[in-house]
């Protein structure tokens, strides 16, 4: 499995932003969960958000509920993050995340919120 990611920048605070991740591999022909961590300086690494590619079932941290939607499009193996009413918490790396029996990364686009 291959995850490419891109769409970070550096946005104002109440910008807006969308990260997409297109994903490849025979994994694909399988039922699993696909999102987005993000890990801001001197912070772990946390979830964010993440859609199932069976029945499009959403997860959202409670920091991004109301703010942030995922989306999929199956046909372009693709998953979508808009990001919108962004604040400076928000500034981290983002990393492309899929699990099938075990979790696979991409590489990690960063996120600046700044004014």
């Known amino acids: 499995v291959q995850l490419q990611a891109s769409g970070g920048g550096l946005v104002q605070p109440g910008g807006s932003l969308r990260l997409s991740c297109v994903a490849s591999?025979?994994?694909?022909?399988?039922?699993?969960?696909i999102g987005w961590f993000r890990q801001a300086p001197g912070k772990e690494r946390e979830g964010v958000s993440c859609?199932?590619?069976?029945?499009?079932?959403?997860y959202y941290t409670d920091s991004v509920k109301g703010r942030f939607t995922i989306s999929r499009d199956n046909a372009k193996n693709t998953v979508y993050l808009q990001m919108n009413s962004l604040k400076p918490e928000d500034t981290a790396v983002y990393y492309c995340?899929?699990?099938?029996?075990?979790?696979?990364w991409g590489q990690g686009t960063q996120v600046t919120v700044s004014s």
């Open positions: 859609i199932s590619s069976s029945d499009g079932s959403t």
């Open positions: 591999g025979s994994v694909l022909a399988y039922d699993y969960a």
């Open positions: 995340w899929l699990y099938l029996y075990r979790n696979y």
